[in-house]
């Protein structure tokens, strides 16, 4: 059951009460904000950070500051509850692996106080750990590569990938991370047919066994976004991933809505199988031979896409909102086909890749056809994600930090953004939840 919060302004009237955005370093975070707080919803970005891009937004309408999740994650699921104990608060959106951990491992606390449309952490087992997920795929009948632990491999018989076994490594899922801690491998190891895998250096390199999967030659890429209330599909978006973060691969930097019947009964087949949830973000690989779609990764939680999607008429955070506060049959799905989108550091970072990478199995592509494609499609589709003449401060900011953690370490850019913007220092969570800070320093742990 959704919590039901009566949420009353000083006039009297009836207003839309608060939501929880954690801020993060792509554009999801961004895409709600500016989604959400024009249509009344109160926006609270939370962070560790304190010079966060997102706290810039003028759609920030409170700022919070919150442990860091990869360091202190009981801590961070600590202030996540208390600021949904607040009377205002109705629902906290999951952008990032450790919010969604965090929500779904103690989402029976949460639904005392607020809406929780995620999945359970069983479930969300099933989706973390990808070769439960291929077996779940292969269950619903939708095609997935081949997928092995490193330990039952002796020799690679097709070209294959080496990759984390786990979205997220917690302490839960493997023994090599320390409890309260949270780590993301995002390494990927090409290996060519007749490879003997190096399994004692790989297990280092990835901290635990990770997964030899099938290569699937990267020749077109899709996504699709859904919401899912209780098992019922409520609104999804397409959308062909023509770049990448990578020319290896990695997230989507430039995309294009299209609509597939295949690829839809694919995503709905498999959500139906996990009786879903919440948010799902699927990602396939169109086999350049059979011509089916072939499963890569569930992201259950916000997409970097998505100010894409909003763009293209899917906007999914008043989806989700409506959700939440027992609106879902307000909402009206729907997108524009044919609509392009960037993310412009995404392809900054994916012609550097053309200059750093290698790889084994897929074609380096030339750079100055990629310069020219990237102009070009700039120019037929200059709809982008961060940059907005109406929220200016989150693209300048998000500029400053790379630059202050990248070429001009340690000079300061990204504080002096966050005072230029005018932004306030964000508060102490236990200030913005309202409560008393106990003699070690925390509020008491959460229960399960």
Known sequence: MFS????????GGDRNGSIVVPAVSVPSTDACLRSLSPRGAHTVVVSEDPTAKSFSSRHCDEAVLVPDPTTNLEAYADALLALARRDDVRTI???REPDIYVLSTYREAFAEHVATPWPTLETLRRVHDRVRLAEAADAAGVPVPETRPLEDVETIETPSIVKSRYNLLVDEYVDSVPPDRV????????LQAGTTPNVEQLRETFGHDPIVQEFVPIEEEYMVGALYDHGELLASVQHRQLRGASYTGGGGVYRESVFDDDLQEAAEALLEELEWHGLACIEYMRHPET????????NPRMWTSLSANVQMGADFPRYYWQLATDRADEIEAGYDLGVGCHYLKGELAYLFSLLREESD?????????TIREIARSCYEQPNVDVLSRDDPWPFLQDALITLDRGVLEGRGLSEFGRRASGTARPVDWREAADVAETRSGRSQPVEQ
Do not use: A, C, M, W
């Open 93 to 95: 959106v999951p952008v």
């Open 361 to 369: 199995l897929v074609d380096r592509p030339s750079l100055p056809n």
């Open 4 to 11: 039901r919060k009566t949420v009353t302004s000083s006039d």
């Open 291 to 298: 011509g089916e779609f072939y499963l890569t990764e569930i």
């Open 183 to 190: 780590r993301q491998s995002k390494t990927v190891e090409h």
